[in-house]
Each structure stands twice: as C-alpha cells, then as structure tokens.
T-cell receptor
Framework: AQTVTQSQPEMSVQEAETVTLSCTYDTSESDYYLFWYKQPPSRQMILVIRQEAYKQQNATENRFSVNFQKAAKSFSLKISDSQLGDAAMYFCAYRSGISGNTPLVFGKGTRLSVIA | DSGVTQTPKHLITATGQRVTLRCSPR?????VYWYQQSLDQGLQFLIQ???????AKGNILERFSAQQFPDLHSELNLSSLELGDSALYFCASSVEQGWAGEQYFGPGTRLTVT
C-alpha cells in the first residue's frame, strides 16, 4: 500500500518570505499523481498544485511550486512571498494512476503559520 | 466554491444513533468519494462509488454504509454511533477520465457524537 509522510507537523514563516514543506511517499507504481491541498480554518479542502509522475518538469502555480524528485520519492512544496492568507494546514496526497480514478492517500499534514 | 455540496453542515447526535450524510457531486462527475478527517487518524478514505456502483473500499467500518443514487448523489449512513466517530466527513467528486483525476471536495459535514 502507498504511504505519504509529512515529517513537519508545524512550520512558520515570516510574511513575504519563502517556506518549503516536505513530503515523501512510498510506492512501487510508476504511474501516479501527487497533490498538495490546503485546508484553511474554514476546513474547505483546496487544491493548491498537482504533479504527474511522468512529467519531469516541476509544477508551478503562481507563488506555489514543487520540487519533485521521483527517484527519491520526494515532493516538496515551496511557497514564495508568503501571505497571511497562506496560513493553513497543508496536506500532501498521492493518487495511483493505474486504473481510472483512485482514492487519495493523504499525509498527516503540516500546519503553516504566517507571522506578520 | 467547488460545486460539490454536502448536507448537513453540522450534526450533533448521541451514541447509538444513526445518521445520514448527503453529498451532491459536481455536474457531470460520476465518481464520488467519502473521506473521514479525525484528529487521531487524519484524512482517511472510506469508500468510492462510480456511476452507482461501489468502486473501492478503504477503512470503512461495518457500521458505515454508503450508496450512490441514479441522480449521482450519494449518502453515507453511519449507525450505532460511538464517540470516536466524531469527525469531519468529506465528500469529493471527479470525472472518470481526466488528465489528473482531480478530486473536488465539498465543505464537509462535522459530526459530533455525545
């Protein structure tokens, strides 16, 4: 079974600074997708960024980018120019790409605080 | 707004009772997933339906059951409730074929068992 590990339960960053959240995963599959979800105090799960395993290029969405290291099974999220609204729980998630749509496997999450 | 709706938003009930959580997927999405978020277990996949049929099962207790109706809405039934069932229950939906199979989450139902 696939597992996702987020080793940083909590992180903090100064406003306008850059922070990197870590995620590692374990799988024997070659076809899969990785995601970062944000969960603000409202509890809504919001997709931040996605990465297909077959793509070597790291995904980028505005101030959010990932460092995808397939051989190391590492998928970190970098938030640049941090804003107060970035404060939230961040979850790394894995989805098998073998057949159709499969469930997400989540890490335990990292709580990010942004200091003004 | 993800387009996925869940009702009710909050539910408070007593141990031993039975509740039903409802989810309406985004228009056109055929797959519905149920997830449970609790403090000790994190976010866990419970069960998936695709076009009315059960597709995958996760860590779903025997006291829990679900179904997807012809109009594609889904219901999660929780019975013989225990204190440990208190959690946030999410529904998510996705199209069957998509470049990343992105799942869109509803706002969740917060269940409190007293």
């Amino acid at each position: 079974a696939q597992t996702v590990t987020q080793s940083q339960p909590e992180m903090s960053v100064q406003e306008a600074e850059t922070v990197t959240l870590s995620c590692t995963y374990d799988t024997s599959e070659s076809d899969y997708y990785l995601f970062w979800y944000k969960q603000p105090p409202s509890r809504q799960m919001i997709l931040v960024i996605r990465q297909e395993a077959y793509k070597q290029q790291n995904a980028t969405e505005n101030r959010f980018s990932v460092n995808f290291q397939k051989a190391a099974k590492s998928f970190s999220l970098k938030i640049s120019d941090s804003q107060l609204g970035d404060a939230a729980m961040y979850f790394c998630a894995y989805r098998s790409g073998i057949s159709g749509n499969t469930p997400l496997v989540f890490g335990k999450g990292t709580r990010l605080s942004v200091i003004a | 707004d993800s387009g996925v709706t869940q009702t009710p938003k909050h539910l408070i009930t007593a141990t031993g009772q039975r509740v039903t959580l409802r989810c309406s997927p985004r228009s056109g999405d055929l797959s519905v997933y149920w997830y449970q978020q609790s403090l000790d277990q994190g976010l866990q996949f419970l069960i998936q339906y695709y076009n009315g049929e059960e597709r995958a099962k996760g860590n779903i207790l025997e006291r829990f059951s679900a179904q997807q109706f012809p109009d594609l809405h889904s219901e999660l039934n929780l019975s013989s409730l225990e204190l440990g069932d208190s959690a946030l229950y999410f529904c998510a939906s996705s199209v069957e074929q998509g470049w990343a199979g992105e799942q869109y989450f509803g706002p969740g139902t917060r269940l409190t068992v007293t």
